[in-house]
């Protein structure tokens, strides 16, 4: 686990601003993670945080949500069923471009004199400005300022402003403002980004090496731009646009021509000491799977025609207006604390960013900030990232889950071809085809059903959305139910009939292709026993929708008996002797793997170890077990929290960006709070400070989500299971308060913790049921209600939970619990582990 114990950030470059991240200097080294940290975009269209004059970079990107290339997976050998159609998503035309030349001297960045920098995107203007001083080789004085956002009120629009003055000489100045289709990376400056001899990394996106975008139409009117493509295989279309004006009063001319590939808009400007120039540039993007591009690019036309007859201040305007109505919502507080405070809402814009406009399509693993995990939505959206929606922002949460209710048919399509009923969602997919080649890892992972069907019940019962279940959501808990009652077997002859669950992988991927997953054991109950609840709702309060949904799927009672008998007697793994639940069957039976003598550069493990070595041992690449304690917490006993939650820590590897919040939580709930601090801050920075080397391919959108919750869940205590809305809080002792809102059944109530006391104030709707501690309230009317904590009469435990604290203990068999690691792991180090020889 990378842990970020103190400020992992350089002050003097990335100053403290509560309200945005600022960077003072720019670091050509750096330019990968910082254009992913300085991205913006609203969930259908994001653009990196690339230099504006668009030569060098690490990876220019422009990402439309879901608008992605397939090709056929090729197996070295092929089995039926193996996943067929891979999924990338497309590098869209970058009309980010503005290119200036000074004196015919371009200015380019990387190598500039630049005399003054500060960056700076600001989370309440929605907004990326730039603001550099660059003196020329002529050594004349140069100031450029730049704005530019994508519109969260018209989700396919994006504003360029671009300004240059001459401070202390005149100039010829010529700007340059393109779109320009770089083919996956390629551009006039330089070829396609080639990988490192012998690199290999399955986080990052596939490299499609023909043509990708077939154009389709190009036109040329005045200051207008259009381009116009088509995805060479998976049929999909996009048109972009792009309107220029200029301010100025110097002397101008402008010219501009276009090709397939590229527009160009030009101005020259006999530019004057102390006279700015302005450009600004309006941008619009439109994608569809069946629409062509010339279509589209009337779409685009009517999207520039409004931005014009409103004008951009107003577009701006607009923007902040959403973004406070956002944070009015939204916003965690937590006072007295400036570096957390800032990187904290840098995680939850980044949760706008991603989320707020997808309208209908999915939450991809790095949002529209990179290319990383090639676009693909996996099940991270409805466990980290759909909680967040449903208590924050339920109409958007309603979308995400709607785009998994319009795939239910491929998900039964791929669950015959499995050999199953029922219908078995994706474990990775753009377009609803399983893209995962690796089944192990991969479609293995049956428990994304169960996943979906927790985030639908956990939005059902936060927001009273019957209407939603009824009008065609309770499909996906009747089919998801189906598969689990299919896959699973009875084993009889002994004192009671169990079910089990065999074949399938929990959601840590070191250990693939188990028998009785606890996390998919228990997870897969709740699905059985949510639909079986939904189905005898619906009949007795909805009875005519009942009767067709009864026909629509040709249900039987005798079907819904089945899942309630199968959820009463599923296997839930127990370990007597150690007094734990077993990952899986035979999990235990396996060596320790030593952690805390691997040689940090032998991790993460997955990029320096074959499966086959990883999968011989007790190691987890994110937590499992310890999941399945949140999500279920209710199922567990705080004496069987507190055991597993100390077997298994020290044998996780954090290799996973998912796992730290989960382990905060678990943490602050069974009393290591120093250690959950110090996880959660490990989310909390794990793209700021970069903790896993791989934030230049796209903010890991799951993992701010998971800082929310590690936030409410975690430090404010907060469950919501079994229709009870509780908290139970778990305050760090250096946090003076923590201040958040949840949203329940349309009530928006302001939750604020102290060390003393949990106050709650409705500050929209009427009234909420809640519990603090075992103890019901009810909050009404605008009066504050303010509860006491009395002293938590559960110990603080110091420290974590070390291998030690598991090597040494003894199987049900008697068998000793030994710890090494693979040996040839030692070269690097001479280091001789536990139990290596």
């Known amino acids: 686990m990378r842990f970020a114990d103190t400020d992992p950030l350089n002050r003097t470059r990335y100053p403290i601003d509560e309200w945005a991240l600022v960077e003072t200097e720019f670091n050509d080294d750096e330019q990968g993670r910082t254009e992913t940290l300085f991205s913006v975009g609203n969930g259908y269209l994001g653009l990196r945080g690339n230099v504006e004059e668009g030569r060098d970079g690490h990876e220019h990107g422009t990402f439309i949500n879901g608008f992605h290339e397939t090709w056929p997976i090729r197996h070295a050998e092929e089995a039926f069923g193996f996943a067929r159609v891979g999924q990338t998503i497309v590098n869209a035309p970058d009309a980010k471009i503005i290119r200036l030349y000074v004196d015919d001297e371009p200015l380019v960045i990387t190598e500039a004199e630049l005399t003054r920098y500060e960056r700076r995107l600001d989370f309440r203007l929605g907004a990326l400005t730039r603001s550099i001083e660059w003196r020329t080789p002529s050594g004349k004085r140069v100031l450029i300022t730049s704005r530019r956002m994508t519109s969260f009120t018209d989700r396919h629009l994006a504003l360029l402003d671009y300004e240059v003055e001459m401070l202390d000489a005149d100039a010829a100045i010529t700007i340059s403002s393109q779109i320009l289709n770089r083919q996956d990376g390629r551009d006039e400056y330089r070829a396609a980004p080639a990988a490192e001899p012998g690199a290999f990394d ?40 792009a309107e220029h004006s200029i301010l100025t009063a110097n002397a101008y001319t402008e010219t501009g021509t276009i090709g397939d590939d590229l527009a160009k808009h030009i101005y020259k400007v006999t530019a004057r000491r102390g006279v700015p120039i302005r450009i600004t540039k309006a941008v619009s993007y439109h994608t569809a799977r069946k629409v062509p591009a010339r279509e589209l690019g009337d779409r685009c036309d009517r999207t520039l025609d409004r931005a014009a007859e409103i004008g951009v201040n107003q577009v701006f305007a607009q923007q902040r207006a959403w973004l406070d109505a956002y944070w009015a919502r939204t916003d965690v507080v937590l006072d007295e604390q ?204 909805h009875p005519a929708e009942y009767r067709m949904m009864v026909e629509r799927l040709n249900l039987t009672p005798a079907e819904v008996a089945a899942w309630r008998r199968a959820a009463a007697h599923m296997h839930i793994p127990y370990e007597e002797r150690l007094g734990v639940h077993p990952q899986d069957s035979a999990f235990l039976e396996k060596e320790l793997w030593d952690l805390e003598h691997t040689p940090d550069n032998r991790r993460p493990l997955l990029l320096y170890y074959h499966p086959l070595v990883i999968y011989r041992f007790q190691v987890l690449k994110q937590a499992d077990v310890v999941l399945a304690l949140f999500l279920q917490g209710h199922r567990f006993t705080r004496a069987q929290k507190l055991a597993d939650f100390e077997y298994y820590d020290p044998l996780t590897t954090g290799d996973s960006t998912l796992s730290a919040v989960v382990q905060s939580i678990i943490a602050a709930e069974v009393g290591y709070h120093e250690l959950a601090l110090r996880y959660f801050r490990s989310a909390l920075f794990v793209d700021l400070a970069d903790l896993h080397g791989n934030t230049a391919d796209g903010v890991h959108v799951a993992s701010t989500g998971g800082v929310w919750a590690a936030l409410v869940n975690g430090f404010g205590g907060f469950r919501d299971q079994e229709g009870v809305f509780s908290f139970d809080p778990r305050l760090p002792e250096d946090w003076e308060r923590l201040t958040f809102r949840l949203t329940i059944h349309g009530t928006r109530v302001r939750v604020s913790i102290d060390q003393e006391s949990i106050a709650f104030q409705i500050e929209e709707g009427d009234s909420v049921q809640l519990s603090v501690r075992g103890t019901p309230i009810e909050i009404a009317g605008a009066e504050e209600v303010r509860v006491e904590l009395l002293a938590d009469h559960r110990a603080r435990i110091l420290g974590a939970p070390t291998m030690g604290d598991v090597a040494g203990s003894r199987r049900s068999d008697g068998s000793l619990l030994t710890a090494s690691i693979p040996t040839l792991s030692l070269l690097d180090t001479g280091e001789v582990p536990i139990g290596a020889e």
């Open 338 to 541: 400036p570096v957390l405070q800032q990187a904290i809402r840098w995680n939850l814009f980044q949760l706008a960013q991603a989320t707020a406009r997808t309208d209908g399509g999915g939450t991809a693993a790095k949002g529209v900030t990179g290319s990383g995990y090639g676009g693909h939505y996996f099940w991270d959206s409805e466990i980290y990232v759909l909680p967040f929606l449903t208590y924050t922002s339920p109409i958007v949460a309603r979308n995400l889950l709607r785009f998994r209710q319009k795939m239910l048919d491929l998900a039964r399509a791929r669950a015959v071809e499995m050999n199953q009923h029922g219908a078995l969602f994706p474990w990775r997919t753009i377009n609803g085809l399983e893209s995962s080649a690796y089944y192990a890892a991969g479609t293995a992972q049956y428990h994304i059903d169960a996943d979906i069907s927790y985030g639908l019940c956990q939005y059902l019962n936060a927001t009273g959305d019957e209407d939603f279940l009824v009008r065609g959501a309770i499909d996906i808990l009747v089919e998801t139910a189906r598969l689990w009652e299919d896959l699973g077997f009875w084993r009889t002859g002994t004192v009671d009939d169990v079910f089990h669950i065999h074949g399938v992988t929990g959601p840590d991927e070191y250990t693939t292709v188990v028998n009785d997953n606890l996390y998919t054991n228990v997870m897969a109950r709740a699905n059985l026993e949510a639909a079986a609840e939904a189905v005898d709702r619906m009949k007795a309060d």
């Open 202 to 241: 399955p986080r990052k996106a596939e490299t499609i090496s023909e043509r990708v975008l077939q154009p389709r139409v190009k036109r040329h009117e005045g200051s207008r731009y259009l381009l116009g493509y088509q995805t060479t295989n998976s049929g999909m279309s996009l048109a972009v646009a």
